[in-house]
């Protein structure tokens, strides 16, 4: 069974950063891509960086290239989302999923291609 499990979340001024994690189980690492995904009350669920495993493409959405980091570590079987220069529209429920499909590019910022999910943690950005 695929196990997703975020954590980091948390409350933080704008400017400052956060480090999200994915502990990931159930499923072959390598073979996956893996996204992080957010909500904000009353927003559709967007993508916001994600990975393809076997080639390692990556892909980050316009508002928070620059900002926001993807990494991994294999060992642990865990993904990171490194935030930086935190906004208050970043405000969100964060998601990490997975995909078995092969993806690239813009792919792996759409969540119908993503089906296991974690449970969600919340980021909260004050002014």
């Known amino acids: 069974e695929v196990q997703l499990v975020e954590s980091g979340g948390g409350l933080v001024q704008a400017g400052g950063s956060l480090r999200l994690s994915c502990a990931a189980s159930g499923f072959t690492f390598d073979d996956y891509a893996i996204g992080w995904f957010r909500q904000a009350p009353g927003k559709e669920r967007e993508g916001v960086s994600g990975i393809s495993k076997n080639d390692g493409n990556t892909y980050y959405a316009d508002s928070v290239k620059g900002r926001f980091t993807f990494s991994s570590d294999n060992a642990k079987n865990t993904v990171y989302l490194q935030m930086n220069s935190l906004k208050p529209e970043d405000t969100a429920v964060y998601y990490c999923?997975?995909?078995?499909?092969?993806?690239?590019?813009?792919?792996?910022?759409?969540?119908?291609?993503?089906?296991?999910w974690g449970q969600g943690t919340q980021v909260t950005v004050s002014s």
């Open positions: 999923a997975a995909s078995a499909f092969r993806l690239s590019g813009s792919r792996l910022g759409n969540l119908a291609f993503f089906n296991s």
